[in-house]
Structure formats: C-alpha cells, structure tokens
C-alpha cells in the first residue's frame, strides 16, 4: 500500500530534550515535506525537499532540523525543544513537481506536546 | 513573504445548498494551486490549478483559477453532511516548490 508513515504519532517531552519524528515513503516520491498545524494559522511549511541531499527552509523553519540521505526517509529534528513546538506536524511527499500530477500525500500526523 | 488568504474563515449551510470558497494570492514566481479537504485527520488531494479559466470537476466539486486577478474558487453543489471539512488552498511557488497554505475554511454543512 502506498503511504506515508510518521512515528512516534503522539509525544509528550519535556523542554530541551533532543527528538527526532521520523517520516518514510514507499513510493519514491522525490519531493517531501514537513508542516506545522495550530490553530487559527493553518499549515506552515517548516522544510522541504527536493530530492536526497536537498533541503530547503519553509515558513518556520527556527528550530528545526530536516536531513534527507536516503529518498524514502525525511526525519525532523528538534535539538531543544521548546513549548512553542507544542503542535501537530505532518509530513507529506509527492512526485516531482513537474512531472504529472503534483498530488501530495499527507502521513497521519505526529501530536507533540512540549512541557 | 508569500501570502494566501482565504475567506470566509467559517460558514455553516444546510444539506442540497451550493457553496463558494475563496483564495487569494499574493506570492512571487507563481507555480500552481491547489486544494485540500482535511477532515480528523491529514489533509487529502482535491485539485491542482495551473492555468486560468480552465475549470476542474471532481462530482459535486468544482474548481477555477484566475491568475490575473489572482485568486481561486471551490464550489459545492448539492452539499452533503459528508461534505463538512476544513478546505485548504495552497500555493505552490520557485523552482523547488514551497508550498504556502491559507488558514482553511471550515465548513459545517447541516442537515
């Protein structure tokens, strides 16, 4: 099946401790990307990438960090978390922009509370 | 700064009406545009929008561009309760496709 998969899917920290969400694809999408969700400000794209080795920053990418080495896999690192990354995030791929259809899947989403 | 407004924010309707969804769109090196239903849960693909005035249809839905006057609209025929969501409308912008998304409209449709 194709998808998109995050985990951990919920996860409660505390202040300062480094976290890593990671995301994965099994449909070798080149393009993937992380957004922010919170009330009344919508989605807020924090990286994305182009394909391996390509990163670029989104809207809200202040502490946050993306790596991309292998294709399938994009984690999102939080070296010191803070409450105001209390949020749900969602990681998302899609083929290359370009080529056909741009249809982005969204993963399920990871709710993290920052304490 | 890229920006992407839609309106209205909220709008409650009964079941068999038709609705309009708006966006709007100020951004630099305009890509495409697209929208989202996200229900409970991650968004899900309605349309992508490239070109003006070419009018996309999914069943009920229905969607067009402007790009000169630089805005969208998403129109529901005959709304069910199935129907109640958050719609997304992003753009996409450059040649490595930041995405820049409205703050939703949620619609409640009631039967």
């Known amino acids: 099946e194709a998808q998109v998969t995050q985990n951990p899917r919920y996860l409660i920290t505390v202040t300062g401790k480094k976290l890593t969400v990671t995301c994965s694809q099994n449909m070798n999408h080149e393009y993937m990307s992380w957004y922010r969700q919170d009330p009344g400000l919508g989605l807020r794209q924090i990286y994305y990438?182009?394909?391996?080795?390509?990163?670029d920053k989104g809207d809200v990418p202040e502490g946050y960090k993306v790596s991309r080495k292998e294709k399938r896999n994009f984690p999102l690192i939080l070296e010191s978390p803070s409450p105001n990354q209390t949020s749900l995030y969602f990681c998302?791929?899609?083929?290359?922009?370009?080529?056909?259809?741009?249809?982005?899947?969204f993963g399920p989403g990871t709710r993290l509370t920052v304490t | 700064e890229d920006k992407v407004v839609q309106s209205p924010l909220s709008l409650v309707v009964h079941e068999g009406d038709t609705v309009t969804l708006n966006c709007s769109y100020e951004v630099t090196n305009f890509r495409s545009l697209l929208w989202y239903k996200q229900e409970k849960k991650a968004p899900t693909f309605l349309f992508m929008l490239?070109?003006?005035?070419i009018e996309k249809k999914s069943g009920r839905l229905s969607s067009i561009l402007d790009k000169k006057e630089l805005f969208s609209i998403l129109n529901i025929t005959a709304t069910q309760t199935g129907d109640s969501a958050v719609y997304l409308c992003a753009v996409r912008t450059g040649a490595n496709s930041k995405l820049t998304f409205g703050k939703g409209i949620t619609l409640s449709v009631r039967p």
């Open positions: 490239t070109s003006s005035g």
């Open positions: 998302a791929s899609s083929p290359k922009p370009g080529q056909g259809l741009y249809e982005q899947y």
């Open positions: 990438s182009m394909n391996v080795e390509v990163t």
